[in-house]
């Protein structure tokens, strides 16, 4: 299913309470956002999460659904609040105490891209920023929280997997314990979003495939993952940052010489997790 704010791929049965999301991989840069712009399209395109929904794509064949945005982030923001609105950025917008997020460029509009790179030129109309989130965001939303009722009205449990990219840059000086630089940062909020047994077993699933794992660093979860996770009423959210080196040439953004090899890699831990959530709600979290 494709509307102008996603694309929902759903399972012919849906055998697992996990839902499966990816609001940074919307590429369709409509003209007149194109023309806005001062950045060409290969800039704008730094801040997108590129090819994580088709790194995901299988979601579907194991029984969960896959609910990806349609729309670039670089134009909206989807993982943070329809409130995160920019008084830099947005004509009439108030500043409502003190964001990181907004103040560095990156509330629901964004200003900025990778870098600190302004997108635009001049400020936005209040009207241009709510008609987007009017027409993008709260549909994504709307139906993410219907997949995720869903997931409890059929299984008793939802586990929320908000699936991201990071820059290679961005985990070239974090290390784990053992001294190996993270291809997966897991967040949690430290331990506020999810049951620490579901995200144990997350880890383990990408662990087995090979993969080197870290929590919360330099990642711990932003909008989505605190807004939807609720582990105290069986709503679990965790967030999946991959490194872009395993899949992708970041100068050009194409797919690299491994991007096969890796998705079918991902493919084995998607259908594990997907296995996570099939089992009854109080083995998977308790």
């Known amino acids: ?21 990816s609001p940074h991989s919307g590429r369709n840069y409509l003209p007149g956002f194109l023309d806005r712009s001062v950045l060409n399209r290969n800039v704008i395109r730094s801040s997108e999460d590129a090819f994580v929904d088709q790194l995901f794509a299988s979601a579907s064949i194991h029984g969960a659904p896959l609910i990806a945005a349609q729309m670039p982030r670089a134009f909206l923001d989807l993982n943070r609040s329809a409130e995160e609105l920019d008084p830099a950025l947005i004509l009439g917008a108030r500043r409502q105490g003190h964001n990181p997020r ?6 629901v509009i964004p200003r900025v891209v990778s870098n600190g790179r302004a997108i635009y030129s001049g400020k936005l109309t209040m ?15 709307a139906r993410l929280k219907s997949l995720l ?8 449990q939802a586990i929320l997997i908000d699936c991201h990219s990071m820059p290679h840059e961005a985990v070239a000086m974090a290390g784990n314990p053992k001294g190996r630089r993270p291809e997966i940062v897991l967040g949690d909020r430290f331990g506020a979003s999810a049951s620490g047994v579901i995200v144990d077993q997350i880890e383990a699933a990408f662990s087995s495939a090979g993969l080197t794992v870290a929590r919360n660093t330099p990642f711990a979860g932003a909008y989505v993952t605190q807004t ?4 105290a009423r069986h709503q679990h959210a965790i ?22 090899v ?13 296995r996570i959530g099939s089992q009854p709600a109080r083995l998977a979290a308790e």
Do not use: K
């Open 102 to 107: 907004v103040v560095s460029g990156l509330g």
């Open 239 to 260: 967030q999946i940052e991959i490194d872009r080196a395993l899949y992708m040439n970041e100068n050009t953004i194409e797919p690299n010489a491994n991007f096969l």
């Open 262 to 274: 890796f998705r079918d890699i991902l493919e084995e831990v998607i259908a594990d997790i997907a």
């Open 149 to 156: 009722a869903e997931s409890i009205d059929m299984f008793g």
């Open 228 to 231: 939807y996770g609720r582990p």
């Open 127 to 141: 009207d241009e920023a709510r008609l987007r989130i009017d027409t993008y965001w709260r549909p994504y939303h």
């Open 1 to 21: 299913m494709h509307s102008a704010a996603y694309a929902l791929e759903m399972p012919a049965e849906r055998t697992s309470c996990v839902v499966f999301s």
